[in-house]
């Protein structure tokens, strides 16, 4: 069974980073056939996607237009986990944030949410 | 960017109910079409991918179809648990986008 365990500060103010982690058990963040995917919620966006990261040989990484300025999504294989940043954050940024293994590209679990709410 | 439009946004429905939402993309393609099924406060939940496909553990109530540039979610018999709001996602082209979402709410 896979799980996906969020961790991070759900506030944050204006012009800094935003930082989370997913701790994923069951399943690798090296895994040939899996992607690991940072996805937002909030009433004026809907669920936009972010971006993901991912392993084929090599590590690759894609990302939305929205956000490809200011983000960055990494995995650490020592601890099977993966983050994101995002960076220079406006109160626009403010979302319920998840993270979700994409097999490859729908997604079969979600960690459990972060509410991250930028301060101005 | 595909832009994938449901509807209705929101639906009033009884338990027993056959329910319907449809989602429409701006593009057409294939079957790269995934539902989700979501509950306040949490995550949410994969029901349906390649337009049709059952995940494994959703109730056979369930059932997705179409291609092209409408797809349809169904539920053949409303149950108490099924009231939440609905998700269709394409995974066609990146970036993935999801629609607006469709509210199921007690009649």
């Known amino acids: 069974q896979v799980q996906l365990q969020q961790s991070g500060p759900g506030l944050v103010k204006a012009s800094q980073t935003l930082s989370l982690t997913c701790a994923i058990s069951g399943d690798s963040v090296s895994s040939n056939s899996a992607a690991w995917n940072w996805i937002r919620q909030s009433p004026s966006r809907g669920l936009e996607w972010l971006g993901r990261?991912?392993?084929?040989?090599?590590?690759?990484?894609d990302y939305s237009v929205s956000v490809k300025s200011r983000i960055s999504i990494n995995p650490d294989t020592s601890k099977n986990q993966f983050s994101l940043q995002l960076n220079s954050v406006t109160p626009e940024d403010t979302a319920v944030y998840y993270c979700a293994r994409g097999t490859p590209d729908h997604f079969d679990y979600w960690g459990q949410g972060t509410l991250v709410t930028v301060s101005s | 960017d595909i832009q994938m439009t449901q509807s209705p946004s929101t639906l009033s429905a009884s338990v027993g109910d056959r329910v319907t939402i449809t989602c429409r993309a701006s593009q057409s393609f294939s079957t790269w079409l995934a539902w989700y099924q979501q509950k306040p406060g949490k995550a949410p939940k994969l029901l349906i991918y390649k337009a049709s496909s059952l995940e494994s553990g959703v109730p056979s109530r369930f059932s997705g179809s179409g291609s092209g540039t409408e797809f349809t979610l169904t539920i053949s018999s409303l149950q108490p648990d099924d009231f939440a709001t609905y998700y269709c996602?394409?995974?066609?082209?990146?970036?993935?986008?999801f629609g607006g979402g469709t509210k199921v709410e007690i009649k």
């Open positions: 996602q394409q995974y066609n082209s990146y970036p993935l986008t």
């Open positions: 990261t991912y392993y084929r040989s090599k590590w690759y990484d």
